[in-house]
């Protein structure tokens, strides 16, 4: 059972099935949100999402981001990501027109950073994962 539905942009409904969430910085100890430390944070959970799909492709939202108006420091100007760390496994039907829509569907991982804890559902999800390219980047497989 899906934990969501989303309709994107193209007309295509994707069904949520896994969904992992975890705090952007919980952990930083030292430093401060800036694009070293970002970029760091968005291959980490890149290569999270690789280890944990390994069959599936991986598609990152590119994050957006706040520059605060803070002293910058060593590593450059103050950069932060939105709070939330998400990445989520999709299903949908299969892309490829021949394949039996009974035994064939289409997956796709997907790495983005949101604001809050909510769980993206319908039109109302996030603009970005609703633009996904599902054709492009999904990839179909046999139940």
Not at 24 to 41: A, Q, R, S
Not at 45 to 67: G, I
Not at 112 to 139: N, T
């Amino acid at each position: 059972m899906p934990l969501s539905h989303i309709a994107l942009s193209s007309g295509r409904s994707i069904e949520l099935t896994e969904l992992r969430m975890s705090s952007t910085y919980g952990g930083m100890l030292e430093g401060y949100p800036c694009k070293p430390i970002n970029d760091m944070k968005v291959r980490g959970l890149q290569r999270q999402a690789e280890r944990a799909f390994p069959s599936t492709p991986v598609h990152l939202v590119p994050p957006s981001c706040e520059y605060p108006d803070q002293t910058a420091g060593a590593f450059g100007p103050v950069e932060v990501l939105p709070s939330v760390a998400c990445i989520g496994a999709f299903r949908s039907t299969a892309v490829a027109p021949e394949l039996d829509s009974v035994l064939h569907r289409s997956a796709l991982t997907v790495v983005w950073f949101q604001a809050g804890l909510d769980v993206p559902s319908g039109g109302d999800a996030y603009l970005a994962l609703r633009s996904i390219r599902w054709e492009e980047l999904s990839q179909d497989y046999e139940l």
